[in-house]
């Protein structure tokens, strides 16, 4: 009720208050501070002139800079000299588990996709003595300090039930 109330107010007489509105005068822009630097340079024509005013001596300075670039010569070599390195990374291929067909099939050494980092985390919590931190760094090529890390400070989800006689029943009223 309120609402229906509220738009017919506001509604009222809306174009006459529209074309009233669009029919004023526009209001007169706020005086300008004397001191602003506009001002100053329309008062002062010396001024302006100082700025405008081409400098003889700067410009024959400056056209007597001249800069000129050349690379530096490419030199090519043949098999005796260095060799630039080759970006390329060696890959090995993933130890995939029951979820192979999500996972990317080569990883480069040093990093582990995240099928291989969910399976080693699981084998290291179900088998800690036979999955230990080095066993677990030869077999997916890794840093021992990054896998001990790994085993430290990240954990599986374990999924757990409680038994019926602990669960607080919600009672239908």
């Given at each position: 009720?309120?609402?229906?109330?509220?738009?017919?107010?506001?509604?009222?007489?809306?174009?006459?208050?529209?074309?009233?509105?669009?029919?004023?005068?526009?209001?007169?822009?706020?005086?300008?501070?004397?001191?602003?630097?506009?001002?100053?340079?329309?008062?002062?024509?010396?001024?302006?002139?100082?700025?405008?005013?081409?400098?003889?001596?700067?410009?024959?300075?400056?056209?007597?800079?001249?800069?000129?670039?050349?690379?530096?010569?490419?030199?090519?070599?043949?098999?005796?000299?260095?060799?630039?390195?080759?970006?390329?990374?060696?890959?090995?291929?993933?130890?995939?588990?029951?979820?192979?067909?999500?996972?990317?099939?080569?990883?480069?050494?040093?990093?582990?996709?995240?099928?291989?980092?969910?399976?080693?985390?699981?084998?290291?919590?179900?088998h800690p003595q036979i999955w230990t931190a080095e066993k677990i760094a030869v077999e997916y090529s890794l840093e021992l300090k990054d896998v001990s890390s790994l085993l430290e400070?990240?954990?599986?989800?374990?999924?757990?039930?409680?038994?019926?006689?602990?669960?607080?029943?919600?009672?239908?009223?």
């Open positions: 009720m309120g609402g229906r109330l509220a738009r017919v107010f506001r509604n009222f007489n809306v174009e006459s208050r529209a074309r009233r509105e669009i029919s004023k005068e526009k209001p007169t822009p706020a005086p300008r501070h004397p001191a602003s630097r506009l001002d100053e340079l329309a008062d002062h024509p010396e001024i302006r002139q100082e700025i405008y005013r081409k400098d003889d001596r700067l410009l024959t300075l400056l056209k007597d800079v001249y800069v000129e670039s050349r690379d530096p010569p490419v030199r090519v070599e043949d098999g005796g000299g260095e060799h630039l390195p080759c970006k390329q990374e060696e890959k090995r291929l993933t130890k995939l588990g029951h979820l192979g067909e999500l996972d990317v099939k080569k990883v480069p050494k040093g990093k582990i996709s995240i099928v291989e980092a969910l399976t080693l985390l699981n084998n290291h919590k179900l400070f990240f954990i599986p989800f374990t999924v757990q039930e409680f038994p019926k006689e602990t669960k607080k029943a919600i009672k239908p009223t």
